[in-house]
């Protein structure tokens, strides 16, 4: 079992940036995937960014140029950093680990954006 702790999300306004965290119990981190994921109310789940255990990195294109995710294997902590940050970015915002169909969540943090 992995638990995954996300911290860092807030009330802010357009424009400011922010830095989510994730901190994931296991020892095996380097070899998960690890992504971002979202959900606004009313809305379903959708992927923000991911990084695999490879080093590659993926984004969704609302928020390309904007977002950047990425990990510390020593340290077992993906982050999210959130620049350009947009109204339409308020959700609760949810760290994933996967590896070998296996996938652990956290129970997400608020990141509410106002303009």
């Known amino acids: 079992q992995v638990q995954l702790v996300e911290s860092g999300g807030g009330l802010v306004q357009a424009g400011v940036p922010l830095r989510l965290s994730c901190a994931a119990s296991?020892?095996?981190?380097?070899?998960?995937?690890m992504g971002w994921y979202r959900q606004a109310p009313g809305e379903q789940r959708e992927l923000v960014a991911v990084?695999?255990?490879?080093?590659?990195?993926n984004y969704a294109d609302s928020v390309k140029g904007r977002f950047t995710i990425s990990r510390d294997n020593a340290k077992r902590m993906v982050y999210l950093q959130m620049n350009s940050l947009k109204p339409e970015d308020t959700a609760v915002y949810y760290c994933?680990?996967?590896?070998?169909?296996?996938?652990?969540w956290g129970q997400g943090t608020q990141v509410t954006v106002s303009s």
């Open positions: 994933k680990a996967e590896r070998a169909w296996t996938i652990y």
């Open positions: 990084t695999t255990s490879a080093g590659s990195t």
């Open positions: 296991t020892n095996l981190f380097s070899v998960y995937d």
